[in-house]
């Protein structure tokens, strides 16, 4: 399984292209919709690039099809036409096994957890990789790739990643929007947002070796009544911020209570 | 000012007695009401220590005070008696420069903001000192001290102080939480939460060089109302999860209206 097209241009496909041309992988391909998408991909990858689904070579072993959620079910029932013998394999985390269902015998899911772009270089020994597989023998495929990369392998159902996604929304999408209430509060009384980082770093190493529950800090878990009601007063010109600092505690102690 | 007296022997004080004892200043004393904190970090320092106020020496240049901010302003009045030639700083975070006002004075306060543990050494490089003083001159010798340690210093009032500390709680104890909730979802479904480190490493690493509402990302953001409304659907057997699902979400689409 050495001869892969890569399907898409985006920032997924770009990271995992170079790093799997780096472990030796042919990247025969690049296919994308919009030519300096494709070029640009192809110029790095010093390999060909087409801007048509239906010039997409017929002898590759693997189809890594990293294209927008949206995209993906038009574009899987066009690219699996006249190559029924190869492995396809979507690379989008949202979306079900099922997709390839159907149009052909092999496919699988391979779903690098990272937030990608296509300026930094990616360290795929520290990212976690998803699959799923339509049998066994794909998805020992699957793996070994995944191990070439050097990634922890994770065999997820659709079930589980859809699970994996919310919990993602939580630890990192709604994280940053606390950095952003933090942020907003220190620049509306002059403070500089970096006198912020050391403690935002800690919090972050912290859980590399507690379980949050157990890391929890602050005068909720406290059950510290006099600072919570001054925090409250002093964000009374912000109902909205203020709402949420009353309700994320009110969390904290529920969270709390249950683990007892 | 070399000659310092430590009055308090927990987390703040441990490790700032170490780290002021390897910049060459001199830890005359240890006091703690407790002679178990006190012996230790004595020994620790390789000097005396007491467990009476009163037996504090008169002729050091610095006390350091970091005992529990309720027990403050009962020790600030004592050990001030007798020993108003000297400096007296606080490291509470959330105690204004007040509390020394009347019973001496030179005062000031001295808060490193990081979560500190006495088993692990700190390097006073990456935690930011927020300083306030009686006048220029405590200003002064307080800053130095800082320099000393290498640490960043911020001169701060003491309202700003209070508004750094409601900062703090959204971006460290409220993420964690977001951490908490995140990792119940992978445990109901049975995915270990260190499949989420990557990410949450990432997020923290981002807002080092971006703004925090700039690097914010997921649905929410992105107006993905299917993406929402499928999420709290998922969410349905949680009910205070899933409020707070809506409201973090609504929060953030708030936040980038007024941004525009």
Not at 33 to 39: G, H, K, L, N
Not at 106 to 129: A, I, L
Not at 130 to 152: Q, R, V, Y
Request: one cysteine or more.
């Amino acid at each position: 399984m050495k001869r892969i097209v890569l399907v898409g241009a985006g920032r997924v496909a770009t990271c995992l292209g170079i790093a799997l041309q780096k472990v030796d992988y042919e990247i025969v391909q690049v296919y994308s919709r919009t030519e300096v998408s494709a070029s640009a991909l192809a110029r790095r990858l010093s390999t060909a690039y087409i801007t048509s689904l239906d010039e997409i070579c017929r002898d590759a072993d693997l189809y890594l099809v990293a294209v927008t959620d949206s995209a993906l079910e038009e574009v899987a029932e066009k690219v699996t036409k006249g190559r029924e013998h190869a492995l396809f394999v979507h690379t989008a985390g949202s979306m079900p096994l099922d997709v390839w269902k159907g149009w052909v015998r092999r496919y699988g899911v391979f779903y690098p957890m990272q937030t990608f772009s296509k300026e930094r270089e990616v360290d795929f020994s520290k990212v976690p990789v998803f699959i799923e597989a339509s049998s066994s023998e794909e998805w020992h495929d699957l793996h070994a790739l995944a191990a070439e990369l050097g990634s922890k392998v994770y065999g997820l159902t659709s079930d589980q990643r859809k699970y994996l996604h919310v919990a993602a929304v939580f630890a990192c999408n709604f994280t940053n929007h606390m950095y952003v209430l933090g942020a907003r509060l220190l620049e509306e009384h002059g403070i500089p947002f970096e006198v912020m980082l050391p403690l935002i770093d800690e919090t972050a190493r912290k859980v590399h070796e507690l379980a949050p529950a157990e890391a929890q800090t602050g005068p909720a878990v406290r059950c510290d009544e006099n600072v919570i009601i001054r925090h409250l007063a002093m964000l009374s010109d912000y109902p909205l911020v203020q709402d949420l600092y009353e309700r994320i505690s009110w969390s904290i102690r529920n969270q709390k209570t249950k683990e007892k």
